[in-house]
């Protein structure tokens, strides 16, 4: 067996369990990928992405030097280019230059709302922390979102409303801990598979019982207890039905409700029309399977709630999770060990990002832009003017590339984000990329929305840089740089830093806002001098097995569960709920409900692991029908379908299974040539501002002789080549910048 020169512990770049990895590398070449047995989060255990995913670092499509596009874009007639000679490769200073004069223009002429940019749950909270302090401090705006915006930001309103605080309350791993645990719109086997092999343990090892509140039969349900499978977007009738039991048959926690929890009164009204019965009629699921359910939880000495985008988006993504939020507060399975409130977070770093300020409504440490307070202490840190910093609240993502028109947004900074594939419509976001002006893109490879960019800052990719991520219970690890940066690449901190002191200079800043830091344990250092949740957090301290925040000083141990004794806003506060229908609800014309999500071997857009060898394992995207469906419109397993909404078509395999229920549909949003995303709808919850990604309506229809020979024609990895890469074989090596062909 290989014998490696040198190993180096790292933290996994996919998902938000934050799996502890062990790089083994030979000639700068990392060929192996294992995990430390006594890592607190995973335990030796890893899912396919982690062990294997990572071989993207050296994908030839991978891009490793500056680019600026051969012909220059306009607003309105933007185009996408995937091909090599489309564009130019410049140096570095000829790059940053072209960035800070294009921004700085753009700025002086149309003011700070001009400017916008895209954060990136994949980056670490360093880079996170640098590139808004960038947008705020420089340009002055908190027109800064990240992709938080489009996966739990319906999680996060209503965690803040009820609570206020938006994190997980528990650790993942006390599910074991639990004897009652409710797992809804949340495919965690697939999605957070380490997670899900400590909930199969808690019910196989430890007897506790399992609830699955979800539209598909995903693996859960043979572990679980009960199965509740509800319609998409019927989350808020079967879980206030749920407390309607509660309440009826004084399953209530008395002594939690009144001492830590407002509003029960007005929310007990509320939910007296919302019977088994009438919940049974809006979700079809079986009414006394919502009282079983309802009863398990609420007689449970340890009740827990975990749950994912099922519940987060749709245009009610805020009432959905709120529902789930007063269960919590009527049986008071919160505040203690194996109990909680614990919406799963995707992104490897999602939380960091949020608690980094990457959102437009705070700065970091969920420090309310609009609250007078807040301001002057980021004033006293960035060496701002008092007064200087923008106390309005931004725009989102979804409203920032709406806003791309003349007198809106101009110039759109993206670090690791591919909206051509996240964002719903895609044939409304193609057009709102088309208007911008400026757009400039800091990735590893050109992807979709890269394509339409101006200038490319190929940024490293996790394994080649130093930082930390925080997971989705709050455990800030390190990332750590195993091998030389490929190519011209730069670690995305060291990018912003040179880039704002160029921007520095041409606003005639006098005062600069600091970016001379030699390591990101500087940087680190910067957040917690503010951010009381991580004055804790050194580098020092991350050592082995990280710390979860709230970290409040250098002695603090970290904090494994919240609130025990109160909720950050005090009183808990129930809200009385009214069920609204999703946005487009099926007809004759489009009869089937879509809903989209993941599958284990691919993540979001497909950037990542469809430049790997994941992608033999999972090549084509297909769309999942109901055995009865398809039976009904004579559609046979791996037959060629045409999918259709009101905004889009696409072709692709149907894929006959059970594991959805009838009239419901599923795809995968991972696939560029069957890209989901032209199907779903723009329709937003009206406070948190998510798509509803879970439910639109689609036809299916049998695909013509030509569009099967497309299908048919896909190959592994045919999404796009960079054309004029090195020969498929030939391992780039780091070193000075590859030749241009
Ligand atoms: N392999 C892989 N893992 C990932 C990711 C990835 O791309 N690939 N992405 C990461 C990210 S960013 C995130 S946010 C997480 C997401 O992880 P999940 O939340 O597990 O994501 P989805 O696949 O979108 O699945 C959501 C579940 O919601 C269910 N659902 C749909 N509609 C409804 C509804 O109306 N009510 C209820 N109760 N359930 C419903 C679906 O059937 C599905 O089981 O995964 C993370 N992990
Ligand atoms: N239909 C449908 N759409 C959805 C969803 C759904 O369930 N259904 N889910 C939504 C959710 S929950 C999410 S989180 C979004 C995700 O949407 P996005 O965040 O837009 O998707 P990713 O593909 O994860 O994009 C990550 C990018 O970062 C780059 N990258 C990786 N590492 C680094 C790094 O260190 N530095 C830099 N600069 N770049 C890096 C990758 O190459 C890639 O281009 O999608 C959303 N869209
Ligand atoms: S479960 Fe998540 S963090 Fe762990 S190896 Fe898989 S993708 Fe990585
Ligand atoms: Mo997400």
Same mark, same amino acid.
């Given at each position: 067996?290989?014998?490696?020169?040198?190993?180096?512990?790292?933290?996994?770049?996919?998902?938000?369990?934050?799996?502890?990895?062990? #790089?083994?590398?030979?000639?700068?070449?990392?060929?192996?990928?294992?995990?430390?047995?006594?890592?607190?989060?995973?335990?030796? %255990?890893?899912?396919?992405?982690?062990?294997?995913?990572?071989?993207?670092?050296?994908?030839?499509?991978?891009?490793?030097?500056?680019?600026?596009?051969?012909?220059?874009?306009?607003?309105?007639?933007?185009?996408?280019?995937?091909?090599?000679?489309?564009?130019?490769?410049?140096?570095?200073?000829?790059? #940053?230059?072209?960035?800070?004069?294009?921004?700085?223009?753009?700025?002086?002429?149309?003011?700070?709302?001009?400017?916008?940019?895209?954060?990136?749950?994949?980056?670490?909270?360093?880079?996170?922390?640098?590139?808004?302090?960038?947008?705020?401090?420089?340009?002055?705006?908190?027109?800064?979102?990240?992709?938080?915006?489009?996966?739990?930001?319906?999680?996060?309103?209503?965690?803040?409303?009820?609570?206020?605080?938006?994190?997980?309350?528990?650790?993942?791993?006390?599910?074991?801990?639990?004897?009652?645990?409710?797992?809804?719109?949340?495919?965690?086997?697939?999605?957070?598979?380490?997670?899900?092999?400590?909930?199969?343990?808690?019910?196989?090892?430890?007897?506790?019982?399992?609830?699955?509140?979800?539209?598909?039969?995903?693996?859960?349900?043979?572990?679980?207890?009960?199965?509740?499978?509800?319609?998409?977007?019927? %989350?808020?009738?079967?879980?206030?039905?749920?407390?309607?039991?509660?309440?009826? $048959?004084?399953?209530?926690?008395?002594?939690?409700?009144?001492?830590?929890?407002?509003?029960?009164?007005?929310?007990?009204?509320?939910?007296?029309?919302?019977?088994? $019965?009438?919940?049974?009629?809006?979700?079809?699921?079986?009414?006394?399977?919502?009282?079983?359910?309802?009863? !398990?939880?609420?007689?449970?000495?340890?009740?827990?709630?975990?749950?994912?985008?099922?519940?987060?988006?749709?245009?009610?993504?805020?009432?959905?999770?709120?529902?789930?939020?007063?269960?919590?507060?009527?049986?008071?399975?919160?505040?203690?060990?194996?109990?909680?409130?614990?919406?799963?977070?995707?992104?490897?770093?999602?939380?960091?990002?949020?608690?980094?300020?990457?959102?437009?409504?705070?700065?970091?440490?969920?420090?309310?832009?609009?609250?007078?307070?807040?301001?002057?202490?980021?004033?006293?840190?960035?060496?701002?003017?008092?007064?200087?910093?923008?106390?309005?609240?931004?725009?989102?993502?979804?409203?920032?590339?709406? %806003?791309?028109?003349?007198?809106?947004?101009?110039?759109?900074?993206? !670090?690791?984000?591919?909206?051509? !594939?996240?964002?719903?419509? #895609?044939?409304?976001?193609?057009?709102?990329?088309?208007?911008?002006?400026?757009?400039?893109?800091?990735?590893?490879?050109? %992807?979709?929305?890269?394509?339409?960019?101006?200038?490319?800052?190929?940024?490293?990719?996790?394994?080649?840089?130093?930082?930390?991520?925080?997971?989705?219970?709050?455990?800030?690890?390190?990332?750590?740089?195993?091998?030389?940066?490929?190519?011209?690449?730069?670690?995305?901190?060291?990018?912003?830093?040179?880039?704002?002191?160029?921007?520095?200079?041409?606003?005639?800043?006098?005062?600069?806002?600091?970016?001379?830091?030699?390591?990101?344990?500087?940087? !680190?250092?910067?957040?917690?001098?503010?951010?009381?949740?991580?004055?804790?957090?050194?580098?020092?301290? =991350?050592?082995?097995?990280?710390?979860?925040?709230?970290?409040?000083?250098?002695?603090?141990?970290?904090?494994?569960? =919240?609130?025990?004794?109160?909720?950050?806003?005090?009183?808990?506060?129930?809200?009385?709920?009214?069920?609204?229908?999703?946005?487009?609800?099926?007809?004759?014309?489009?009869?089937?409900?879509?809903?989209?999500?993941?599958?284990? $071997?691919?993540?979001?857009?497909?950037?990542?692991?469809?430049?790997?060898?994941?992608?033999?394992?999972?090549?084509?995207?297909?769309?999942?029908?109901?055995?009865?469906?398809?039976?009904?419109?004579?559609?046979?397993?791996?037959?060629?379908?045409?999918?259709?909404?009101?905004?889009?078509?696409?072709?692709?395999?149907?894929?006959?299974?059970?594991?959805?229920?009838?009239?419901?549909?599923?795809?995968?949003?991972?696939?560029?040539?069957?890209?989901?995303?032209?199907?779903?709808?723009?329709?937003?919850?009206?406070?948190?501002?998510?798509?509803?990604?879970?439910?639109?309506?689609?036809?299916?229809? =049998?695909?013509?002789?030509?569009?099967?020979?497309?299908?048919?024609?896909?190959?592994?990895?045919?999404?796009?080549?960079?054309?004029?890469?090195?020969?498929?074989?030939?391992?780039?090596?780091?070193?000075?910048?590859?030749?241009?062909?």
């Amino acid at each position: 067996m290989l014998k490696p020169d040198r190993t180096q512990s790292t933290t996994c770049p996919y998902c938000g369990v934050g799996c502890n990895l062990i #790089l083994h590398i030979k000639d700068d070449f990392i060929y192996r990928v294992t995990s430390p047995f006594d890592a607190v989060v995973n335990q030796g %255990n890893l899912c396919v992405k982690g062990r294997f995913g990572y071989d993207f670092i050296y994908h030839p499509d991978r891009v490793t030097t500056p680019l600026v596009r051969k012909v220059p874009q306009q607003a309105g007639a933007r185009t996408q280019a995937f091909d090599r000679s489309e564009w130019r490769q410049v140096s570095w200073d000829e790059a #940053l230059d072209l960035v800070a004069d294009r921004l700085v223009e753009i700025y002086r002429r149309d003011g700070a709302g001009a400017l916008a940019a895209y954060l990136c749950a994949k980056a670490t909270n360093e880079d996170n922390y640098l590139l808004q302090k960038m947008f705020r401090a420089l340009f002055r705006t908190n027109h800064i979102d990240h992709c938080t915006r489009l996966c739990h930001a319906g999680s996060v309103v209503a965690l803040q409303q009820a609570i206020g605080s938006s994190a997980m309350s528990n650790t993942a791993a006390e599910v074991i801990k639990s004897d009652c645990f409710i797992v809804t719109g949340s495919n965690t086997t697939e999605n957070h598979p380490i997670i899900a092999l400590q909930m199969k343990a808690a019910v196989r090892k430890h007897g506790a019982k399992l609830i699955v509140v979800d539209p598909r039969r995903m693996e859960l349900c043979d572990y679980a207890t009960l199965w509740l499978p509800l319609r998409p977007g019927t %989350n808020v009738p079967v879980f206030s039905a749920m407390a309607h039991v509660i309440l009826k $048959e004084n399953l209530v926690n008395w002594e939690f409700v009144n001492t830590r929890t407002e509003g029960l009164e007005d929310f007990a009204r509320s939910v007296e029309k919302f019977t088994p $019965e009438y919940a049974e009629a809006i979700s079809g699921v079986d009414r006394g399977l919502i009282a079983a359910a309802a009863r !398990m939880y609420a007689t449970a000495e340890r009740g827990a709630i975990y749950w994912g985008m099922g519940i987060s988006q749709l245009s009610h993504g805020t009432a959905s999770a709120l529902s789930l939020i007063h269960l919590a507060f009527l049986t008071g399975h919160i505040g203690r060990e194996g109990t909680g409130l614990n919406p799963l977070r995707g992104q490897n770093n999602v939380q960091g990002a949020s608690d980094m300020g990457a959102m437009p409504f705070h700065f970091p440490g969920y420090m309310a832009v609009d609250d007078p307070a807040n301001a002057p202490r980021w004033e006293a840190a960035w060496n701002v003017e008092p007064g200087g910093l923008n106390r309005k609240r931004g725009l989102t993502t979804t409203e920032i590339l709406a %806003n791309a028109h003349p007198g809106g947004v101009r110039a759109l900074y993206i !670090m690791g984000e591919n909206p051509m !594939m996240s964002e719903p419509n #895609l044939n409304q976001t193609r057009q709102h990329m088309q208007q911008l002006e400026f757009l400039v893109a800091q990735d590893l490879f050109i %992807n979709e929305t890269v394509a339409f960019a101006d200038v490319f800052l190929p940024s490293t990719s996790w394994a080649e840089k130093d930082g930390t991520f925080t997971n989705t219970d709050r455990r800030v690890q390190r990332v750590r740089s195993a091998i030389l940066p490929r190519g011209a690449s730069r670690p995305d901190w060291q990018i912003i830093c040179n880039l704002a002191q160029r921007i520095e200079s041409r606003l005639g800043v006098t005062r600069s806002a600091g970016w001379q830091y030699t390591h990101p344990a500087e940087i !680190m250092a910067e957040i917690g001098a503010v951010v009381p949740e991580y004055t804790g957090v050194t580098y020092a301290r =991350l050592e082995k097995n990280g710390l979860q925040t709230p970290v409040w000083d250098s002695g603090h141990p970290g904090t494994p569960f =919240l609130f025990a004794k109160s909720f950050p806003r005090g009183r808990g506060k129930f809200h009385p709920l009214e069920y609204v229908p999703t946005a487009e609800p099926p007809d004759d014309e489009f009869p089937f409900i879509l809903t989209t999500g993941r599958v284990l $071997e691919h993540w979001h857009g497909g950037t990542m692991t469809r430049h790997s060898k994941l992608d033999e394992l999972y090549p084509q995207a297909t769309v999942e029908i109901n055995p009865a469906d398809a039976a009904l419109m004579g559609v046979s397993d791996g037959q060629v379908v045409r999918v259709a909404s009101r905004r889009g078509a696409i072709t692709l395999r149907a894929q006959v299974t059970p594991k959805t229920t009838a009239g419901v549909v599923f795809i995968p949003f991972h696939f560029a040539e069957a890209a989901a995303n032209l199907l779903t709808i723009d329709a937003l919850d009206p406070q948190a501002k998510i798509p509803e990604f879970k439910a639109c309506a689609v036809q299916i229809l =049998l695909a013509q002789a030509e569009e099967a020979r497309l299908v048919a024609a896909w190959e592994p990895r045919g999404r796009y080549t960079w054309r004029g890469s090195p020969p498929a074989g030939r391992i780039p090596r780091s070193g000075p910048p590859e030749p241009m062909p």
